[in-house]
């Protein structure tokens, strides 16, 4: 499993046992009202909104929330301006990062996105200067594990996702950015839960990552994803498993 992967699992874990329940509310609510704003309120011609949609009903938020954050998108309703802006730089060891984020005063996040990478050593770089590693996606993120893998992959693949990984944290699916709604709609319909469902930006390229630098790299993405400006934290790193799960006892 590539490093990135097991990024999202750890951050998945320990979104649960940290309880941020409010956090992630308040990063789907605003890529609805992003996603509305930039292609419109109708979900089936807005496949970024589909997309948010499908997050925010694996998440639990609830649908008069999901209405009025589109609504605020459209215009319907008054309401603060977000802008939504990535910063790309590099981390310890010269991992490729993109920090996505959706804020109402910009030279805030700058300043705490640009704080977090000089803490742990990284560079704040130009727009353009890593994006050209990553390809959006979809993913889907459910629970279960190896003795689940059969029943996903037949769903998923049925459905039209490129890839599907195991870990005993979950399983992973993997979808070309317009086939994140049809494929999550596709595993419910087989029975499966879904835990997550996002657009992310996944690496097409890793970087081996020593063990001399993983654990202040690791510290710098758990950082830069607590910001309260970061809707999402993007990295083409690859670590060893063993050295990974000695590392996620230290965050």
């Known amino acids: 499993m590539s490093g990135h992967s097991k990024w999202a699992n750890i951050k998945h874990r320990k979104g649960a046992q940290d309880a941020k329940r409010a956090k992630v509310f308040a990063r789907l609510i605003r ?22 949609v499908s997050g925010a009903r694996a998440n639990n938020v609830p649908n008069d929330t999901v209405e009025k954050a589109i609504k605020r998108g459209t215009g319907e309703i008054e309401g603060t301006i977000i802008e939504e802006i990535a910063y790309e730089g590099y981390g310890p060891g010269g991992v490729a990062v993109i920090v996505e984020c959706a804020t109402d005063n910009k030279n805030r996040t700058t300043a705490e996105v640009r704080h977090v ?12 200067c890593v994006s050209f590693i990553f390809d959006r996606k979809g993913q889907i993120r459910l629970e279960g594990g190896p003795a689940d893998l059969d029943r996903v992959m037949e769903a998923a693949i049925e459905a039209g996702a490129e890839d599907v990984e195991a870990d005993d944290g979950g399983i992973t699916v993997t979808t070309a ?3 994140l709604h049809a494929v999550g709609e596709a595993l419910r319909a087989a029975g499966l839960e879904v835990a997550e469902a996002e ?53």
């Open 199 to 251: 657009l992310a930006m996944v690496p097409t390229t890793y970087v081996k990552v020593a063990e001399s630098e993983a654990l202040g790299l690791m510290k710098m993405l758990t950082h830069m994803d607590d910001l309260d400006d970061v809707t999402r934290v993007s990295a083409n790193f690859d670590i060893d498993e063993a050295l990974m799960a000695r590392i996620e006892e230290k965050l």
């Open 117 to 128: 990478f000089t803490k742990y050593n990284g560079n704040l770089g130009a727009n353009g």
């Open 31 to 52: 890529e609805l009202t992003i996603a509305a704003r930039h292609g419109g309120g109708d979900p089936a011609a807005n496949p970024r909104l589909r997309a948010a």
């Open 177 to 179: 950015m317009g086939d």
